[in-house]
């Protein structure tokens, strides 16, 4: 079976891009593939500096093409997707050229208000496979000529139940405080002001898991500082996704932008009741019959506190395990791969 590189700008961080690289990465190698990461930042078996975000030079081509060399097949994970690095993301593309590659596009440069005039990306080779995250990328980027397959993001629908009791002593949440968690970084299109809102409506302790990006720490300040709930920021020590879920009364997602918004499907799975923002992919993910509460009025989440219907839950996580796991994973992946003639 051939060997599979997965490259992206960071690796093995708390990111969503991250997150959703080793689900690819575990579901190749149960299909059979050697697979090796390679980075610029973070945890991977090939770190190449000039890849990281944050990178002062670009990357060294002779690196480059070391960390390639025995890579098959290379998925790139959203570096020839947004200029977040642009030296990188060209010497990414050009390393690949008549290669077998898949680009993974998590977000496009014209779904970002601070990118929405960048041109030339991605780029595209006769050799490559694009997936997009969702059907609104895909029939973008079929818009302007390239071609794409979605494969949405895919969970473990059999997750096992957190721990509530050690994530809210963790945090010093009280039995009866309700507790409304954000599972977002802190960057403005979070839109973490109206997050916040929603706790401050509904009597809740509002919880922010961070971390801070994008020069976002100032603005965070203030809305802290004008807080009129209680307000908790980053991660604890010693608790998992689970437990945070499980800590939760409610999870909120009020985001102005997504890819995709991993809180839709996390909170199916751990039976949280979410309020979720007008972003524009949500929409597509509520067309499998997710039952969702606004973020922009309380009353109706509120209301399903003081009486919840586990019904809700139930449905919820059923669409989840139905349309989002890992086995669906899978076989989009299979497909992918064989259809590409890569599969042996």
Same mark, same amino acid.
């Given at each position: 079976?051939? *060997?599979?590189?997965? %490259? $992206?700008? @960071?690796?093995?961080? &708390?990111? !969503? #891009?991250? +997150?959703?690289?080793?689900?690819?990465?575990?579901?190749?190698?149960?299909?059979?593939?050697?697979?090796?990461?390679?980075?610029?930042?973070?945890?991977?078996?090939?770190?190449?500096?000039?890849?990281?975000?944050?990178?002062?030079?670009?990357?060294?081509?002779?690196?480059?093409?070391?960390?390639?060399?025995?890579?098959?097949?290379?998925?790139?994970?959203?570096?020839?997707?947004?200029?977040?690095?642009?030296?990188?993301?060209?010497?990414?593309?050009?390393?690949?050229?008549?290669?077998?590659?898949?680009?993974?596009?998590?977000?496009?440069?014209?779904?970002?208000?601070?990118?929405?005039?960048?041109?030339?990306?991605?780029?595209?080779?006769?050799?490559?496979?694009?997936? *997009?995250?969702?059907? %609104? $990328?895909? @029939?973008?980027?079929? &818009?302007? !000529? #390239?071609? +794409?397959?979605?494969?949405?993001?895919?969970?473990?629908?059999?997750?096992?139940?957190?721990?509530?009791?050690?994530?809210?002593?963790?945090?010093?949440?009280?039995?009866?405080?309700?507790?409304?968690?954000?599972?977002?970084?802190?960057?403005?299109?979070?839109?973490?002001?109206?997050?916040?809102?929603?706790?401050?409506?509904?009597?809740?302790?509002?919880?922010?898991?961070?971390?801070?990006?994008?020069?976002?720490?100032?603005?965070?300040?203030?809305?802290?500082?004008?807080?009129?709930?209680?307000?908790?920021?980053?991660?604890?020590?010693?608790?998992?996704?689970?437990?945070?879920?499980?800590?939760?009364?409610?999870?909120?997602?009020?985001?102005?932008?997504?890819?995709?918004?991993?809180?839709?499907?996390?909170?199916?799975?751990?039976?949280?009741?979410?309020?979720?923002?007008?972003?524009?992919?949500?929409?597509?993910?509520?067309?499998?019959?997710?039952?969702?509460?606004?973020?922009?009025?309380?009353?109706?989440?509120?209301?399903?506190?003081?009486?919840?219907?586990?019904?809700?839950?139930?449905?919820?996580?059923?669409?989840?395990?139905?349309?989002?796991?890992?086995?669906?994973?899978?076989?989009?992946?299979?497909?992918?791969?064989?259809?590409?003639?890569?599969?042996?």
């Amino acid at each position: 079976m051939p *060997t599979l590189a997965i %490259l $992206s700008f @960071r690796l093995g961080t &708390a990111d !969503g #891009v991250s +997150a959703e690289a080793e689900k690819w990465r575990l579901t190749l190698e149960s299909l059979g593939f050697e697979t090796i990461t390679v980075a610029g930042d973070g945890t991977a078996d090939r770190v190449v500096p000039g890849l990281a975000l944050d990178a002062s030079a670009p990357p060294d081509e002779q690196g480059l093409a070391s960390a390639l060399k025995d890579a098959d097949i290379v998925v790139v994970e959203n570096v020839c997707s947004l200029p977040l690095n642009p030296e990188a993301s060209k010497a990414v593309a050009n390393a690949l050229r008549g290669r077998p590659a898949i680009l993974r596009h998590h977000d496009l440069p014209w779904q970002r208000e601070r990118f929405k005039d960048v041109r030339g990306m991605p780029p595209d080779d006769a050799a490559w496979r694009h997936v *997009t995250i969702n059907d %609104l $990328s895909r @029939r973008e980027l079929a &818009a302007r !000529g #390239v071609r +794409a397959t979605t494969i949405p993001n895919a969970f473990d629908p059999d997750a096992g139940p957190g721990d509530r009791h050690r994530a809210r002593a963790a945090v010093a949440v009280e039995g009866d405080e309700r507790l409304l968690v954000q599972p977002t970084r802190a960057i403005a299109r979070k839109n973490v002001a109206a997050g916040l809102n929603l706790a401050e409506a509904l009597g809740a302790t509002y919880w922010l898991l961070g971390p801070v990006e994008e020069g976002y720490d100032e603005e965070l300040r203030a809305i802290f500082a004008a807080a009129s709930t209680r307000t908790i920021f980053g991660p604890a020590p010693g608790v998992s996704v689970a437990d945070m879920y499980a800590a939760a009364d409610a999870i909120v997602l009020p985001s102005s932008w997504e890819g995709f918004g991993n809180a839709t499907i996390e909170s199916a799975i751990h039976r949280r009741p979410l309020a979720i923002g007008p972003y524009p992919v949500a929409a597509e993910i509520a067309a499998y019959g997710f039952r969702w509460f606004p973020v922009r009025d309380p009353k109706p989440l509120r209301a399903w506190l003081r009486a919840p219907d586990d019904t809700v839950l139930e449905l919820n996580h059923a669409i989840a395990r139905r349309h989002f796991s890992l086995e669906t994973l899978r076989a989009r992946l299979r497909k992918l791969l064989a259809d590409a003639g890569w599969m042996t």
